[in-house]
């Protein structure tokens, strides 16, 4: 009888971020396939504690150890054994015991390894079927950091993860049966990258819970003054997410409160920096924080903005906004890997004239608007279903769907 082990660098309970989100119903459709034991990494203890109460009850086992190494002590590390700091921060020392424990029992037939972190728990030796969801480039991550920061020491930082996590990519992708990416974008990098194939490297898309997000539903309604709204979700101490909305709130708000004075901006999203927070201080900025539900902030929005600069693979984020049929402006990067027709389902602008014209011309034209956000969750609802997202799981592990 099949029984899988899933590996999973962060707690998927409660799909909270984009990471969590894809690797809870990447569980969910394991889940449909056998028996599934999970070995997983939690950030704090609150985390764990939630993950266990949530997904014990629905694997064959469960194993949930908390993370506790600095990036400081990580990279050290790193430098010294000549590893990617990526692998060093998901580095435990029990976890892998368990793991090595788990596999010596005999029972694993199948393993799925979810973001590149979790590659460093595979056996060298083991004769079962083994998928790699990397769900990003992540070495491609740090190389635009390397442009984009030329100061050292971060500049040599980041020039050395994306050298030897590069290497790191390729050396697993080259042992596993299948490699998977977020986007076809992504898996085409990949593959011209490292000279893999279509059967190597594969694209698996997220989905979106159309039935969850969907404006019909009765939410308890966010304050927002009647004056135009827009919105930016997200995990806020992520540096795309930080650099995102300084720029918006610093270049892309002045510009549209020219046209319309009391037009603000909501950043959406647990965990807020410093730096997030102070962005509160400005004309029609409002941080609020971690907030229990997204949904009533999207369905109180004008528009959904994603204005980042740096952006992988396919945004939860947007997929979620178009879901709630709310019209979208967004990055090019952030815009990628999205089926979706830029002027028909959502708006793409790359500098800061150009998402303040997007988004006047949105609130100049309500009905506008409303069309787009109807198409756009029409889009959504026609491709990104998670349970058709999740389909390939079953012919890729060579088990019956």
Not at 156 to 164: L, Q
Request: charged share 20%; glycine share 8%; aromatic share 6%.
């Amino acid at each position: 009888m099949a029984e899988i082990l899933f590996l999973v660098h962060r707690a998927p309970w409660p799909p909270n971020r984009g990471d969590r989100i894809r690797s809870w119903h990447m569980f969910e459709a394991l889940a449909r396939l056998a028996p599934v034991h999970v070995a997983v990494l939690a950030d704090n203890e609150d985390d764990a504690a939630a993950a266990r109460d949530k997904m014990t009850s629905l694997c064959k086992s469960l194993t949930v150890e908390v993370r506790n190494i600095s990036r400081p002590m990580a990279l050290v590390q790193a430098v010294l054994r000549g590893d990617p700091v990526s692998n060093r921060l998901f580095h435990n020392a029990a976890l892998a015991r368990r793991v090595d424990g788990l596999i010596a029992q005999g029972g694993i037939t199948h393993i799925v390894a979810f973001s590149g972190q979790m590659a460093q728990y595979l056996p060298i030796d083991f004769s079962g079927r083994v998928l790699m969801d990397f769900v990003d480039v992540d070495s491609a991550k740090f190389a635009t950091y390397a442009q984009q920061n030329k100061r050292q020491p971060l500049h040599w930082v980041h020039a050395r993860e994306a050298r030897v996590l590069g290497a790191y990519e390729a050396a697993i992708a080259r042992r596993v049966d299948a490699s998977l990416f977020v986007s076809e974008a992504e898996a085409a990098l990949f593959r011209a990258s490292g000279g893999f194939d279509d059967r190597q490297v594969r694209a698996v898309e997220n989905g979106i819970d159309t039935e969850c997000f969907d404006p019909a539903v009765e939410l308890a309604p966010v304050e927002t003054r009647g004056a135009p709204l827009a919105v930016f979700t997200g995990q806020m101490d992520y540096r795309p997410n930080i650099d995102a909305v300084r720029w918006f709130a610093d270049d892309i708000l002045p510009l549209i409160r020219k046209h319309y004075p009391e037009a603000g901006f909501a950043i959406v999203g647990r965990a807020p920096t410093d730096e997030v927070r102070a962005l509160g201080r400005l004309p029609g900025v409002v941080v609020t924080g971690e907030v229990p539900d997204v949904r009533p902030w999207l369905k109180a929005a004008d528009a959904v903005v994603a204005p980042l600069l740096l952006a992988r693979g396919v945004q939860n984020k947007l997929l979620e906004a178009m879901a709630m049929a709310r019209p979208v402006v967004a990055s090019g990067a952030a815009a990628t890997g999205i089926d979706a027709v830029p002027g028909e389902h959502l708006l793409v602008a790359e500098d800061a004239a150009g998402m303040a014209g997007a988004l006047c011309s949105l609130y100049a034209d309500p009905a506008g608007a409303a069309t787009m956000g109807k198409a756009a969750r029409a889009r959504m609802i026609a491709r990104y279903g998670w349970d058709a997202r999740m389909a390939p799981l079953a012919e890729l592990l060579g088990l019956p769907g």
